[in-house]
């Protein structure tokens, strides 16, 4: 079983910028893999997602701020926040997802899903605060 694990959480003030890294623990080949973020008390929502042919799909708070991205032999996955609010302060979490589910087809171009639901392999995660 593939582990992965996340790198790079801190705490940083608004306005700042962090990289998030996940490593996969040895190859496993990935439909799509994503972020996710939780804050105690509530559910875990959608970052971003991105699929094996780099086709990348952002929650609606991210676009234009966070950057979703893996290396070219896909072991590593990284996600770039910047302009960060104390809003985007949780536990981040990578997940990937090996069966194909997550990919929807679409004729403009596949796109990856945002659901958890989704996604069969998961990281411990790593915490990001963002101080006002």
């Known amino acids: 079983q593939v582990r992965l694990v996340e790198s790079g959480g801190g705490s940083v003030p608004s306005g700042g910028s962090l990289t998030l890294s996940c490593t996969k623990s040895?190859?496993?080949?990935?439909?799509?893999m994503a972020w996710f973020r939780q804050v105690p008390g509530k559910e875990r929502e959608a970052v971003a997602a991105?699929?094996?042919?780099?086709?990348?799909k952002y929650a609606d708070s991210a676009k234009g701020r966070f950057t979703i991205s893996q290396d070219a032999k896909k072991m590593n996955l990284f996600l770039n926040m910047t302009s960060l609010t104390p809003d985007d302060s949780g536990v981040y979490t990578c997940?990937?997802?090996?069966?194909?589910?997550?990919?929807?087809?679409?004729?403009?171009?596949?796109?990856?899903?945002?659901?958890?639901?989704?996604?069969?392999?998961w990281g411990q995660g790593t915490q990001v605060t963002v101080s006002s």
């Open positions: 040895e190859y496993a080949g990935m439909y799509c």
């Open positions: 997940a990937g997802e090996s069966t194909g589910l997550c990919v929807l087809i679409l004729p403009q171009g596949n796109s990856p899903k945002l659901r958890s639901e989704l996604y069969n392999h």
């Open positions: 991105i699929d094996s042919e780099g086709h990348t």
